[in-house]
């Protein structure tokens, strides 16, 4: 079966921009997550959504937002770039029923300049 | 969640078994124990996940002992392609359903 998608792959956005990256999640996962890597931060959770609705939220600024659409697919959005914001953003998905067994996307790389 | 402490790194050599060991004194009841594996720029992969005693898959083994505060990771006959942060975790999925990374341990396999 067709793995978790996520585009685009490589993104290069100057400061100040915003920028939405997409992801597709595994036929039939209705849970998808949102996490940020960095080198010096690890990797770090931003959100969860689950059936349209955003069921966690890690520590990040309201810069970066999300939302899931009807067919599961979900998109997180950043606005007005900073320096900072260059990461990898992978996204996850899994059935309801599994704990903690996430299937990952290879992830977009976010560069900021 | 439990906290969790792993070795930040680990060397080896092809052939050899690798065991990597996890402590996670706050461990609760409906917690499970979930490991990783992450190549560079790629996003993490799930390889096990247990609760107690052994379990045994296609690619590794997980001991858990009976107090379950530990965990170790066991690869069998590593190769070069083995090198990667291996994490482990613990949680039960539940409220929080969010996955909370520790700096995880970073094999490296050598010919």
């Known amino acids: 079966k067709a793995g978790v998608t996520q585009t685009p792959r490589y993104l290069i956005k100057t400061r100040g921009q915003q920028v939405t990256l997409s992801c597709s999640p595994i036929?039939?996962?209705?849970?998808v997550s949102w996490y940020q890597q960095t080198p010096g931060q690890g990797l770090q959770f931003l959100f969860e959504y689950f059936s349209e609705t955003q069921r966690n939220k890690g520590n990040f600024p309201g810069r970066f937002s999300g939302r899931q659409f009807s067919n599961s697919r979900s998109e997180m959005n950043v606005s007005t770039l900073e320096l900072g914001d260059s990461a990898l953003y992978l996204c996850?998905?899994?059935?309801?029923?599994?704990?903690?067994?996430?299937?990952f996307g290879s992830g977009t790389r976010l560069t900021v300049v | 969640l439990a906290k969790t402490t792993q070795p930040i790194s680990m060397d080896s050599y092809e052939g050899q078994e690798v065991n990597i060991t996890c402590s996670h004194n706050n461990i609760a009841t409906n917690d499970y124990i979930t490991w990783y594996q992450q190549f560079p720029s790629q996003g993490p992969r799930f390889i096990i996940q247990?609760?107690?005693t052994k379990v045994t898959n296609e690619v590794a083994s997980l001991f858990i002992p009976a107090d379950r505060k530990s965990s170790t990771l066991s690869l069998p006959r590593v190769s070069l392609s083995d090198t990667a942060v291996y994490y482990c975790l613990v949680g039960d999925g539940g409220a929080t359903n969010k996955l909370i990374f520790g700096t995880g341990t970073l094999l490296a396999v050598q010919p």
């Open positions: 996850a998905s899994s059935l309801p029923s599994e704990i903690y067994g996430y299937t």
């Open positions: 247990g609760y107690k």
């Open positions: 036929s039939g996962h209705r849970s």
